[in-house]
């Protein structure tokens, strides 16, 4: 009997309007938390660079960034970077080699996964479209 109860009750609630209910935050990187640094070379003129948070129990907290750079006029450029700052997975392609503002959008990134899903795609996007990615970079700096 209690339990036809407890259904009834269940079907005839109804949050009010105008009532705000707290969303899910994400969880922010502690003081702890150790950060990992990796870098490894496509050419001698182009490189992958990935920094990552890990908690003690050796779990992906936070990655920071994962960069596609290439070496342009005697330095070092962005062309497109992935990170999760805003609790989700994000690319940000810079516009010109004159123009280092960048765009940022989520269109084509992996949505599904935990972090570690999502420190894997990123760089294996990036090493699979580098080629893509280097060409439309040159193209919008006119070089």
Known sequence: MSKQKFRRNKQNFKIPRGVILPVKQHRVAKESDQQIDHDFALSETERIRYLY???????????VSVTYNIFISSEWVTVIYYDSEHGFLHRHETI???????????????????????????????IKRHIYYKNLFLQRSHF
Do not use: P, Y
């Open 53 to 63: 948070t890990r908690n003690s129990k050796n779990k992906i907290t936070n990655i």
């Open 96 to 126: 010109s080699f004159q123009n280092r503002n960048d765009v940022a959008t989520d269109e084509d990134v992996k949505k599904k996964g935990d972090k570690k899903d999502w420190l894997t795609w990123s760089i294996k996007d990036i």
